[in-house]
């Protein structure tokens, strides 16, 4: 099945500067991949996707990259603000026809005013 | 919209104990999943339906863990007996299609097992 790496598990930022977290993928069928940001005691909240028939889509201050050869997507926050502090997950759909996301162990993000 | 609800917030129950979790997902979404996220680790799936039919329920430890969505819209979780393991937050999510993404998700009930 599938399997979702993350890294950094933890990730400290001066504010303003960039922020940037990856993950891998196993299963070459994977064609869904969101990023959720997690508030501490919220539910994740979807922040930004990507398909696999594009290599990169940009949403204000949040990009994310996929690279299909290598099976890695990263994202990456540009000028940092404090509010950004969270937990950040990445997730892969398994493929097939259920969609269920797969998602990786989460990147503590913590931007220091 | 409105999101997606559940309840209780938080549970605290001795092992051995049972209990329920209740969610309501956004109205009009066909697909519902229930999450278990351990501290410190991303989320798992536990269970997918779609309208009132189970979808996927691999990863559900059948034994102690039940899960039903009648008529379609709410669902309840239900662990019995609890282990100690159990303790965690339990996320419910919902989508409007199976296969596009683009999950919601609950707030989460976090569940203590003492």
């Known amino acids: 099945g599938e399997n979702v790496e993350q890294h950094p598990s933890t990730l400290s930022v001066q504010e303003g500067d960039s922020a940037v977290i990856k993950c891998t993928y196993s299963?070459?069928?994977?064609?869904?991949f969101p990023w959720y940001k997690q508030e501490l005691g919220k539910g994740p909240q979807l922040i930004i996707d990507?398909?696999?028939?594009?290599g990169e889509k940009k949403d204000q201050r949040i990009a994310v990259t996929l690279n299909k050869t290598a099976k890695h997507f990263s994202l990456h926050i540009t000028e940092t603000q404090p509010e950004d502090s969270a937990v950040y997950f990445c997730a892969a759909s398994n493929g097939g026809s259920q969609g269920n996301l797969i998602f990786g162990k989460g990147t503590k993000l913590s931007v220091k005013p | 919209e409105a999101g997606v609800a559940q309840s209780p917030r938080y549970k605290i129950i001795e092992k051995r104990q049972s209990v329920a979790f209740w969610c309501n997902p956004i109205?009009?979404?066909?697909?519902l999943y229930w999450y278990q996220q351990i501290l410190g680790q991303g989320p798992k799936l536990l269970i997918q339906f779609q309208n009132n039919g189970v979808v996927d329920d691999s990863q559900l430890p059948k034994d102690r863990f039940s899960a039903e969505r009648l008529k379609g819209v709410d669902s309840t979780l239900k662990i019995q007996p609890a282990k100690l393991e159990d303790s965690a937050v339990y996320l419910c999510?919902?989508?409007?299609?199976?296969?596009?993404?683009?999950?919601?998700f609950g707030s989460g009930t976090r569940l203590t097992v003492v």
């Open positions: 990507i398909r696999s028939n594009v």
């Open positions: 299963d070459s069928a994977s064609n869904y």
């Open positions: 999510a919902s989508s409007f299609l199976r296969d596009r993404g683009g999950y919601t």
């Open positions: 109205s009009g979404h066909a697909t």
